[in-house]
């Protein structure tokens, strides 16, 4: 296990929710893709990456940026699935064929205002993350596996492509090159490791534990930032 990074292209802009996209929950959804079955997928997680306190070492999302590529901030509106027993229904609509004017159009509130979500997006030429384990392997899962990252992927919000990596002296994967959390750490955790005092860092009860679908442990946390920038 080597310390390292993990840089792609990204080729459409990347949809976030309240946290940014990490590392050992994209190499999960990987594992999970190649195994199938979830508790298999997390045990070969903790195999792949070097943990401290069950706290793995692979950071979150880092936009990577340069004097003349800045992040671009974009707005993203996605529409929702027609549901039939709702947008169909013969009350808002003629479904036989007439020639008729709807019945009934909800434009300021009801399901149809629902259907319509304006959503926040990044644009940068290229990610990056940070991590510390078998970095040959977790390439192979991404390259193989890896079709986006952020939410919405379906859609075709943040695709990726050209996956490149290359091995660092230091170990950024907890605590960044700003000295700042790189992912959510224990305060117990960071503490130890850190030359930041608390006082200086967002601090939020969360869960820290791989993968975070299957549930893990809470507790107050070192927060990273949700939008954060590295200049290469």
């Known amino acids: 296990m080597i310390p390292f990074q993990i840089h792609m292209k990204l080729k459409s802009p990347l ?3 309240r946290y940014p996209p990490s590392l050992a929950s994209i190499v999960w959804n990987c594992l999970f893709f190649h195994l199938r079955d979830e508790v298999k ?4 997680l903790f195999s792949i990456f070097k943990s401290t306190e069950e706290v793995l070492h692979a950071s979150n999302l880092f936009f990577v940026v340069s004097p003349h590529q800045t992040l671009i901030a974009k707005s993203h509106t996605k529409v929702g699935a027609m549901l039939y027993e709702k947008d169909l229904n013969q009350v808002y609509c003629k479904p036989n064929g007439r020639k008729d004017t709807y019945t009934k159009l909800l434009v300021s509130g009801g399901p149809y205002k629902n259907r319509f979500r304006l959503l926040e997006s990044f ?3 290229r990610v990056l993350f940070y991590g510390f384990g078998d970095i040959e392997r977790i390439v192979n899962l991404l390259n193989f596996y890896l079709l986006g990252i952020g939410a919405e992927i379906n859609s075709g919000s943040g695709q990726v492509d ?10 950024y994967s907890l605590i960044g090159p700003d000295h700042l959390p790189a992912r959510p750490i224990p305060i117990r955790v960071y503490n130890e490791m850190s030359r930041t005092v608390t006082q200086n860092v967002n601090i939020e009860l969360c869960n820290y534990s791989h993968p975070y679908r299957l549930g893990g442990k809470t507790e107050p946390c070192a927060m990273n930032e949700r939008i954060k920038r590295i200049v290469i």
């Open 162 to 171: 050209d996956i490149r990596w290359n091995s660092i002296e230091n170990d």
């Open 123 to 125: 644009h940068s030429p």
């Open 15 to 17: 949809i976030m929710y």
């Open 41 to 44: 997928a997390k045990a070969q």
